[in-house]
């Protein structure tokens, strides 16, 4: 009997559940080990923020889920993992062993890059913890106008500064939203015509866009690289992810930002037993090799894989497209498509994503007996 251990309750993981609910892997026991017992998606989190979706329509619980697949589930986060031992640490002590290793690990996010931001900042990731800590947000908000700053110029930080001005605009006590886009302004890696859409929204939406960098929060203000000052009540971080930190000793082959390098099979480069996807993984021959798009596609594949190495079949290759589809909600009931070169904006664009991100969610959450 194989010991499969599944580390992460990400997008790819949620579908080997659902997959293994199906069809039980023959010859194998799984284990999934996840700090939080639900599965926030990130697709809806900006939804969930604008005030469009109660938090518990965004989440998959996931020990029906574990259930329904005869997976033990432990609710537990890793601390240490060695590869060459095949076994992963908790937090609490406890040694977990495996013959095959899956990691779709949440996004991390650095606490000290900014200096103050460990002590003065919200954080975007964990979502568990951002969703707990904006309930006290909406709560000062109601009482009195806010100053709140996003940091980050990417589709996080530009979707949240937007979900952020729709709510608290609908409070009527005046809050403010800026958003601290660096000097390449917001949306960088996308082509003019989705930018264009994008800055025209955050004109609507009144927000306050600065092309500078963060270098510093304090109690009370966010310090820009001009030399600035900003006034600001709320400092929300909603910059890049980084790789957890325990890899750095795991043993495991990394790429030059601390992901796992994987291959097509989505098999470390360095050890064929362990698999990676989502947030914790970096593929270096694909076109967008750190994309949670891709991390949901991931889930078919990996799933099939690790059902083919636990009964020692080939391992089929898995390639993701060179071209994605981006859905950005832009805080009311309107999102932006992006596709190649092409964009649109509108009502029919969020309902298309509405419908998608709800479809999403209840996929998995019929197969663990919620509604």
């Known amino acids: 009997m194989k010991r499969v251990l599944l580390a992460g309750g990400g997008h790819a993981h949620v579908h080997v559940l659902q997959a293994a609910a199906r069809e039980p892997f023959a010859g194998a ?37 574990a259930a329904a697949a005869h997976v033990e589930l432990i609710e537990g986060r890793i601390t240490a993992l060695d590869a060459a031992q095949r076994q992963a640490t908790l937090a609490d002590g406890r040694v977990l062993p495996y013959d095959l290793l899956s990691l779709d690990t949440g996004p991390v996010m650095d606490r000290d890059i900014i ?3 460990r002590e003065n900042a919200l954080f975007l990731r964990p979502v568990e913890h951002f969703v707990q800590l904006y309930e006290r947000v909406l709560e000062q908000a109601a009482r009195r106008a806010l100053d709140v700053a996003v940091v980050g110029g990417g589709a996080g930080g530009f979707e949240l500064a937007l979900a952020l001005a729709w709510r608290l605009q609908r409070l009527g006590t005046g809050s403010r939203v800026s958003l601290v886009a660096g000097a390449a302004g917001p949306l960088s890696t996308f082509v003019p015509a989705v930018r264009r859409h994008a800055m025209a ?27 600035a000052r900003l006034a600001c ?29 994987t291959g097509p099979t989505l098999q470390s480069r360095s050890h064929p037993e362990v698999f990676a996807a989502g ?23 990996l799933a099939l894989n690790l059902r083919r190495a636990v009964g020692g079949g080939e391992l089929m290759p898995h ?40 479809g999403f969610v209840q996929r998995y959450t019929l197969t663990s007996g919620g509604s």
């Open 201 to 227: 929204a955050l004109r609507r939406a009144r927000v306050t866009v600065l092309p500078f960098a963060c270098v510093e929060i304090g109690s009370g203000f966010v310090r820009l690289d001009n030399g």
């Open 233 to 261: 009540d709320v400092p929300l971080l909603a910059i890049g992810t980084q790789a957890p930190p325990w890899l750095a000793g795991s043993g495991l082959a990394l790429d030059d930002r601390g992901f796992v390098a």
């Open 29 to 65: 026991a799984l284990t999934l080990v996840t700090p939080f017992a639900r599965q926030m998606y990130s697709g809806m989190l900006p939804g969930f923020v604008a005030g469009h979706y109660r938090v518990e329509q965004c989440a998959i619980p996931l020990p029906g889920l």
């Open 115 to 117: 200096p103050g931001a």
């Open 279 to 301: 947030d914790v993984a970096s593929r270096t021959d694909a076109p967008h090799p750190k994309s949670g798009v891709h991390a949901v596609r991931a889930g078919p594949p």
């Open 319 to 358: 390639m993701p497209q060179h071209r994605t589809l981006y859905l950005l909600a832009t805080g009311g009931r309107h999102a932006i498509a992006s596709w190649g070169k092409l964009a649109a904006a509108g009502g029919w664009v969020w309902h298309w994503k509405d419908r998608i991100d709800r």
